[in-house]
């Protein structure tokens, strides 16, 4: 494999993880979708994520 492509995988192997811990979490697809641009930079959803959307009427 060349160094583009491995890349590209990790990148979207990130993005379904956070998706998985999103849903895992009882999120939907909207408010996954927002969580995961949200924290891009993680590979797992924060703690603190469940009490944020709380306060955003989830």
């Known amino acids: 494999f060349t160094s583009w492509f491995l890349t590209i995988l990790f990148r979207f192997a990130?993005?379904?993880?956070?998706?998985?811990?999103?849903?895992?979490?009882g999120l939907d697809g909207k408010w996954a979708a927002w969580a995961g641009k949200?924290?891009?930079?993680h590979r797992v959803l924060p703690e603190s994520l469940m009490i944020e959307l709380e306060t955003k009427r989830y």
């Open 38 to 41: 949200k924290y891009h930079g």
């Open 14 to 25: 990130c993005r379904a993880r956070r998706f998985m811990d999103a849903y895992h979490r």
